[in-house]
């Protein structure tokens, strides 16, 4: 399947239909809350999230997989 994605992707970038992405992708997009700014194009922010979503994903798991702990709120938040 990755590989599909992946050959999917060339073929879209090597094309003409590489243009409407370039548009969405470089869409100025900010987070504001009084004097706080947190303003990058959507494509850092789905990579971040993305990213993000990985990582505490897999933290999730080795933590249910490895720990003695015997809660299920114990293995999210071992720290507590």
Do not use: Q
């Not at 869409?27 to 789905?46: N, Y």
């Not at 999230?49 to 080795?62: I, K």
């Amino acid at each position: 399947m990755l590989l599909i994605a992946a050959a999917l992707a060339m073929i879209a970038e090597n094309t003409a239909a590489h243009t409407p992405n370039d548009g969405l992708l470089g869409t100025p997009v900010a987070i504001r809350a009084g004097d706080f700014e947190i303003a990058k194009p959507f494509l850092l922010w789905v990579n971040d999230g993305l990213m993000a979503v990985f990582f505490l994903r897999s933290r999730w798991r080795s933590s249910a997989r490895y720990s003695k702990a015997s809660s299920p709120t114990r293995r999210l938040w071992p720290c507590r």
